[in-house]
């Protein structure tokens, strides 16, 4: 039994990650300000958990939240391209000052591993035909893939400088359960389904023919998983993509959603929006190599279990 700390732990992935270690027999202890995250998402899980409602931007919240912990799942951040666009600053704070405080109070109370959720977005849109490889060099072209960017550095630095082991787990456009589909941020996955569920036509921004390696949240749980309790030899200080390895279009996965839900409904399409990347696909190798990550559900089985959640959301 592990004593973590999950950071977000209300939201999409930290909620999943929350369930997933409680089936596992971990003590968990959430930290959220419910500024993006869900208390419905918690609720299954709230007489199992420790909560402390807290603002990861006052570090006396993460100082408070970091006591007798050896495991920290860092998710806690505002996860949108758009957002950043908009707010640099707001963004900037909630992704890297954030970071900043969970790294010094995970290395004043003497934590073992804090697990850091980064993005594909770091890649940018360098080599669209290519795969993305943990050795590229980081281009974002938005604020938010800037952020994320200075984030792995602190993490790595907090590593190479005082021993404290940090893994970074580059994401590629998660989907699946809890995912909320209301914001104006929302990921396309969630907003496409619950429309067509509604009866509305999507909207695609640009001509649906950029391309995305979307992953289902399982797989990127059992990489946290892994990236926790892998030998230290293996991951600290270390980058990792996590993802499925496979690359779908917008128009692709309307198609698939068509034939999931059983509906005829086209795409709206609409101008192309700034800081969007073009193609993005992972190369798996290293996380496969390194910490013996094996995607477990395919794309179309992920959407297949995302479909029947939104429905008994209805």
């Not at 929350?18 to 202890?29: F, I, K, M, Y």
């Amino acid at each position: 039994m592990t004593h973590y700390l999950v950071t977000g732990g209300a939201g999409f992935i930290g909620s999943n990650l929350v369930a997933a270690l409680l089936e596992r027999g971990h003590t968990v202890r959430v930290l959220d300000d419910f500024s993006t995250g869900r208390r419905e998402n918690l609720a299954p899980f709230m007489s199992r958990i420790d909560l402390i409602e807290g603002d990861l931007t006052r570090l006396s919240d993460v100082v408070r939240a970091m006591q007798d912990v050896e495991v920290v799942l860092h998710h806690g951040a505002i996860p949108s391209v758009p957002r950043s666009v908009e707010d640099p600053l707001g963004v900037n704070e909630a992704n890297v000052t954030a970071t900043l405080h969970v790294l010094v109070a995970a290395r004043d109370a003497r934590v073992r591993r804090v697990v850091y959720a980064s993005s594909s977005s770091i890649y940018g849109d360098q080599n669209p035909e290519v795969a993305k490889l943990e050795t590229m060099a980081p281009r974002p072209i938005s604020p938010y893939g800037v952020a994320k960017m200075a984030a792995e550095k602190y993490c790595q630095v907090f590593y190479e400088v005082y021993g404290l082991e940090t893994v970074a787990l580059r994401y590629f456009n998660v989907f699946g359960p809890r995912q909320d589909p209301q914001s104006m941020y929302a990921a396309v996955i969630p907003k496409f389904i619950t429309a067509m569920l509604a009866g509305e036509r999507p909207v695609i921004y640009g001509d649906g023919e950029q391309t995305r390696d979307f992953t289902y949240v399982g797989n990127v749980v059992a990489g946290n998983l892994l990236a926790a309790e892998a030998p230290a030899g293996r991951v600290a200080g270390e980058i990792f993509n996590l993802a499925a390895g496979g690359q779908t279009s917008l128009n692709e996965l309307i198609k698939v959603l068509q034939e999931v839900i059983g509906c005829g409904i086209e795409p709206q399409y609409e101008a192309a929006r700034p800081g969007d990347i073009r193609h993005s696909r992972a190369d798996i190798t290293k996380a496969v190599q390194q910490m013996g990550y094996r995607p477990a559900f395919s794309f179309l089985e992920g959407i297949r279990l995302t479909v029947d959640w939104y429905r008994a959301q209805a």
